[in-house]
């Protein structure tokens, strides 16, 4: 087991079927995981792991993925997040860069987003 195995990731993506998946690959990888299907589902938890990676899907309805972190970010201060979009968009890269936030592509996620996970894991533990 790695020193990483066992970290919490926190799971938004409005999609059932990629919630399911992704939880189901993650917790395979040993992780720890929260699964939620709308921005408001997460801001309506009261308490949540305090060095968890947050996963989150941009193009979500009422707020997007982008929004959801920097709401977060204004709770908790530092956060470590991954944006997972479908829709390739260079503006939705430049913000996520200026928010120092690591963007992966739907549908290539299986090995992007666990070596992003790893990668933002230990960088937070530097």
Known sequence: MNK???????????DPQVLRSLRFLLETEGYNVLAFGSAEELLAEAELP???????????????????????RERRGKLQAILITGYP?????????????????????????LDGIRTVLDEAAE
Do not use: W
């Open 4 to 14: 990483l195995q066992g970290s919490t990731i926190i799971i938004v993506d409005d």
């Open 50 to 72: 305090v060095n968890a990676c947050f996963v989150v899907d941009y193009r979500m309805p009422v707020m997007d993925g982008l929004e959801l972190i920097a709401r977060m």
């Open 89 to 113: 968009d260079e503006l939705i890269d430049a913000r996520a860069a200026r928010a120092g936030i690591r963007v992966i592509r739907k549908p290539h996620l299986d090995d992007g987003l």
